[in-house]
């Protein structure tokens, strides 16, 4: 069992910067592929990035790729999400699931899932 706590969102202007952070229990937490999804009123959740369990690569999604960045750190049971160059349509709860399956952009290969943390993009 993993319990995923996200923090760090909040309220910035378009341009800025603000790192989530996905806290985990449990001690394995190192043998789980961890996400950051989101989800914004009235859509789909949708897949942000991803970092693979054993061999730590990351993937993205095209809406993102050169802005943010994931990371892991398996001593502190913490995955992050470092996101620059913020634009209005990244407002979303944003939600790092942790699980096993693939392909990693898909919700369904997620067994774990956070509470979410509102990040909010003003122009």
């Known amino acids: 069992q993993v319990q995923l706590v996200e923090s760090g969102g909040g309220l910035v202007q378009a341009g800025g910067s603000l790192r989530l952070s996905c806290a985990a229990s449990?001690?394995?937490?190192?043998?789980?592929?961890v996400g950051w999804f989101r989800q914004a009123p009235g859509k789909e959740r949708e897949f942000v990035t991803a970092i693979r369990r054993i061999s730590g690569s990351t993937y993205y999604a095209d809406s993102v790729k050169g802005r943010f960045t994931i990371s892991r750190d398996n001593a502190k049971n913490t995955v992050y999400l470092q996101m620059n160059s913020l634009k209005p349509e990244d407002t979303a709860v944003y939600y790092c699931?942790?699980?096993?399956?693939?392909?990693?952009?898909?919700?369904?290969?997620?067994?774990?899932w956070g509470q979410g943390t509102q990040v909010t993009v003003s122009s």
């Open positions: 699931p942790a699980g096993v399956g693939t392909p990693y952009d898909s919700r369904w290969s997620y067994e774990y």
């Open positions: 449990g001690r394995t937490f190192s043998s789980y592929t």
